[in-house]
């Protein structure tokens, strides 16, 4: 990358980094949770503030994405009385949060949804992503699971630094200005942040690019299996780095049901009740239907709309949080099958 500088940090340099870092930043990384896990006596990796360099666990893939900073899993927008309401606070500092490639580019998915989507900006994301800034991971080794070369996820040049991790040291490339002054007495040096080039897991993505071959695999036999198969939980979809669907609730304090807050909580179309409509329509009953719905709007729909690729960064958190082992790279390649199958189908019928 051009206009960057590589410096190279020993731990008590790196501690008094982020303790010179916190001065103007809340600092989010992921975080073991002992015992945070889904099963007895294993642990979980969240999204928390962090204040030195030892907090930070990056030789793991961190269970839920980055998005929980942005967008938690439950926040309150604002607060209401009878006649007034009341905005909640935003962050008290400026936001640095640490990622891999793969979960900065997921945040360009999040910015279309929140702030590009109809040429309506949300402002609660708004207030909070205007003063949030990228820290690149190197990713030192590759996850089960992980995918994002598969899907042109595996680079970025949206962050502000990049560490490279070391047991106790760290390599650091600087690319933002605002943050130079911070290395002005460190050591220099010539490392240079590496991306993934390649994974384990190769996955032939689908291209969808028009309505009628989306029709088509709707129809199409391949997703009745997870009838029987998927349960139906939401797991994969609050888990993944670029799903952004969620639910507002009024919650009322007392029995003056005018008095409470407006919470935004995360949801998922593979829910119950999710696309269920005024007068109790619903549309996708079956399991088959929400999960085909989820895959067709990854693969198509977002696409279709924002033309940018895949709405997907290949961090495999999906299928590793699916309690019934469902693999989301297994269905793209079934799906890129269908695909192959139905194309030749197609010219025979127009020949
Ligand atoms: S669909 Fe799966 S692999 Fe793709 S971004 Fe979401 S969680 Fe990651
Ligand atoms: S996590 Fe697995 S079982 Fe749960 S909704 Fe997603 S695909 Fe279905």
Redesign the pocket.
């Known amino acids: 990358m051009e206009n960057t500088s590589t410096y190279h940090l020993q731990a008590d340099e790196l501690d008094a980094l982020f303790a010179h870092l916190e001065e103007q930043y809340l600092v989010y990384a992921p975080v073991r949770i002992p015992s945070g896990g889904r099963y007895a006596q294993t642990d979980s990796v969240l999204y928390r503030p962090v204040h030195r360099y030892e907090d930070i666990e990056y030789r793991e893939r961190s269970t839920y994405?980055m998005k929980e900073v942005l967008t938690p899993i439950t926040q309150t927008l604002f607060y209401f009385t009878e006649d007034q309401y009341q905005e909640s606070k935003p962050p008290a500092k400026d936001l640095l949060i640490f990622g891999r490639a793969?979960d900065i580019n997921?945040i360009r998915?999040q910015d279309q949804i929140y702030l590009l989507n109809g040429g309506v900006e949300d402002p609660f994301y708004k207030r909070v992503r205007d003063r949030a800034k990228f820290v690149l991971m190197e990713c030192a080794q590759q996850f089960e699971?992980c995918?994002c070369c598969s899907?042109g996820?595996n680079v970025t040049d949206m962050h502000a630094m990049a560490f490279s991790f070391g047991e106790r040291d760290a390599q650091i490339e600087v690319s933002d200005e605002a943050f130079r002054d911070y290395f002005s007495q460190a050591k220099p040096s010539d490392y240079s942040i590496r991306f993934p080039e390649e994974n384990e897991l190769k996955v032939n993505y689908p291209v969808i690019d028009r309505m009628d071959m989306a029709n088509r695999l709707k129809d199409h036999p391949m997703w009745r299996e997870f009838d029987d198969r998927c349960i139906a939980c939401g797991s994969?979809?609050v888990?993944?780095?670029?799903?952004t669907c969620f639910e507002s609730t009024d919650i009322v304090y007392t029995q003056n049901a005018h008095i409470g807050e407006r919470r935004r909580t995360c949801s998922s179309c593979m829910v119950g009740g999710f696309d269920q409509m005024a007068g109790g329509q619903c549309f996708r009953n079956k399991t088959s239907e929400k999960y085909r719905y989820k895959i067709l709007h990854?693969v198509y729909g977002h696409d279709a709309r924002f033309h940018t690729g895949?709405?997907?960064?290949?961090?495999?958190?999906?299928?590793?949080?699916c309690p019934e082992l469902i693999s989301?790279?297994a269905t793209l390649n079934k799906l890129s099958r269908a695909i192959e199958e139905i194309q030749p189908e197609e010219v025979a019928h127009h020949a």
């Not at 888990?239 to 799903?243: F, R």
């Not at 895949?310 to 299928?319: A, D, K, L, Q």
């Open positions: 994405p793969c997921a998915i699971g995918f899907v996820a994969c979809t888990a993944c780095s670029t799903c990854k895949p709405m997907c960064v290949g961090c495999g958190r999906c299928s590793a949080r989301y790279p």
